[in-house]
């Protein structure tokens, strides 16, 4: 079994909700309410769900962009709130982030080869701006892109283009790991494929471990080793790709999945629909955060929380991990 590079435990993190004439807080928006995850070395672990659910506040805060309200993140078996400065100016050279929006995640004033290189300046990677332009003509050619393109700005490239600009300047600092945070989403199919291509590329090449996040279930299917399904800010599901798109065992997965376009026009595939709003994350429901839609709800479901259930019984492994007491 190969190590684990990022173990998440049991994280919240709430937002404050402020209102009145002296902006007192009254609430909390309740993002991620007890999220556990491993990530091993080398896997691409998918984070799905419905907008709303928390998936990228995970993104964010397993790599301190945003700081957890509680819970314990562990990268390579550190306690990531427990690093010094040091300690967190090389977790950041390790640790890197792709958005979903390429055009707003580079500096309009700034030309690619600086939008790269300066991170390399800072820690201290080159020695000199020429031994920065070198580097940087390295990695635009690794992610499919010309070196005479360096002096160009972020309007004279296509989504396509500034999508690879932004994944060289993520793989610029040889890290181990990188958060993509719904990557493909506003890119053209065609496009979309290319930049799949180039991510499995580069994972096998240079060995990175991805936290894939993505509302496109197919996507997620063909690139990610294992999935976890959230809902509300908690996990409803847990199991490789293989076994949860073929044998769903959470009520929610299996209505996510039925949503899914069918690949085959002639397929007889019976659309679940969910009955009911999706709850406020201020006042989530008790028991078992998914009830007020589950098809299966019963009484206990309000009283008691979704209990962790392992699906191979006789060996004990947690290859496929549900939440519902249903079972």
């Known amino acids: 079994m190969s190590k684990i590079l990022l173990k998440v435990r049991n994280l919240h993190v709430y937002f404050p909700v402020f209102a009145g004439i002296f902006r007192s807080k009254v609430a909390d928006v309740k993002a991620v309410n007890g999220v556990d995850f491993d990530l091993k070395k080398g896997e691409v672990l998918g984070v799905v769900g419905e907008s709303g659910c928390g998936k990228s506040t995970v993104g964010r805060a397993v790599i301190r962009l945003i700081e957890a309200t509680s819970g314990k993140i562990e990268y390579e078996d550190r306690d990531l709130k427990s690093f010094n400065k040091q300690e967190l100016m090389t977790f950041r050279q390790e640790a890197q982030i792709v958005f979903q929006d390429p055009f707003s995640s580079l500096n309009p004033r700034?030309?690619?080869?600086?939008?790269?290189?300066?991170?390399?300046?800072?820690?201290?990677?080159?020695?000199?701006?020429?031994?920065?332009?070198?580097?940087?003509?390295?990695v635009?050619?690794?992610?499919?892109?010309?070196?005479?393109?360096?002096?160009?700005?972020?309007?004279?490239?296509?989504?396509g283009q500034q999508q690879r600009i932004c994944i060289g300047r993520a793989i610029a600092l040889n890290p181990k790991l990188i958060i993509c945070d719904e990557v493909v989403s506003a890119l053209d199919v065609s496009v979309q494929a290319q930049i799949l291509n180039l991510l499995h590329d580069l994972k096998e090449t240079l060995g990175l471990s991805y936290l894939f996040i993505s509302h496109d279930l197919s996507i997620v299917q063909h690139l990610s080793d294992r999935v976890v399904v959230l809902y509300l800010g908690k996990v409803m599901e847990t199991a490789s790709a293989k076994e949860l798109f073929e044998n769903p065992k959470h009520p929610y997965t299996q209505a996510l999945l039925s949503a899914t376009p069918k690949s085959n026009p002639h397929e007889t595939k019976q659309r679940i629909l969910l009955k009911g709003p999706i709850p406020?994350?201020?006042?989530?429901?008790?028991?078992?955060?998914?009830?007020?839609?589950?098809?299966?709800?019963?009484?206990?479901?309000?009283?008691?929380?979704?209990?962790?259930?392992?699906?191979?019984r006789i060996t004990g492994k947690e290859d496929h991990i549900y939440h519902c007491i249903l079972t």
């Not at 499919?144 to 296509?158: A, C, E, N, W």
């Open 280 to 312: 406020s994350a201020i006042n989530p429901p008790s028991g078992c955060p998914f009830r007020t839609r589950c098809p299966y709800a019963q009484p206990i479901c309000a009283k008691t929380p979704p209990a962790r259930v392992v699906m191979d």
């Open 110 to 138: 700034k030309s690619i080869a600086d939008a790269i290189g300066e991170s390399l300046l800072y820690h201290g990677k080159v020695k000199n701006v020429q031994e920065m332009r070198d580097h940087v003509a390295e």
């Open 140 to 159: 635009l050619k690794r992610v499919g892109l010309s070196p005479d393109v360096m002096d160009r700005y972020p309007h004279q490239f296509s989504s």
